[in-house]
């Protein structure tokens, strides 16, 4: 089992800079772990994913602003957010999935992880 606790969200002005992070305890290693974002009224959507042989996957929206990245000796996922936009405004996930057969491109997908944090909002203002 993982426990993931996310943080480093806030309130911003369009332009800023931000680093999530995901802590991550108990069975710490995961086949690949992802960012999911939602804003009021959207589905759920994969914002960047690492699996563990450290291939990324990210989405297009953010793909030159945004970098995932992992530090084992830590167990902790980050997100850098820079140049931030009004339509990043969103709750952020981490997620984490155990089993590789969903591939790693998103690991498989929001519908598929196996464990998520709480949540860390991210509002960007103009």
């Known amino acids: 089992h993982v426990q993931l606790v996310e943080s480093g969200g806030g309130s911003v002005q369009a332009g800023a800079s931000l680093r999530l992070s995901c802590a991550a305890s108990?069975?710490?290693?995961?086949?690949?772990m992802g960012w999911f974002r939602q804003a009021p009224g959207k589905q759920r959507e994969g914002v960047a994913a690492?699996?563990?042989?450290?291939?990324?996957s990210v989405a297009d929206a953010v793909k030159d602003r945004f970098t995932i990245s992992q530090d084992n000796a830590k167990n902790t996922l980050y997100l850098q957010m820079n140049s931030l936009k009004p339509e990043d405004t969103a709750m952020y996930y981490c997620?984490?999935?155990?089993?590789?057969?969903?591939?790693?491109?998103?690991?498989?997908?929001?519908?598929?992880?196996?464990?998520w944090g709480k949540g860390t909002q991210v509002t960007v203002s103009t």
């Open positions: 690492v699996d563990s042989d450290g291939a990324t």
């Open positions: 108990g069975h710490t290693a995961p086949y690949c």
């Open positions: 997620a984490a999935i155990e089993s590789q057969l969903g591939g790693s491109w998103f690991c498989g997908g929001a519908v598929g992880m196996d464990y």
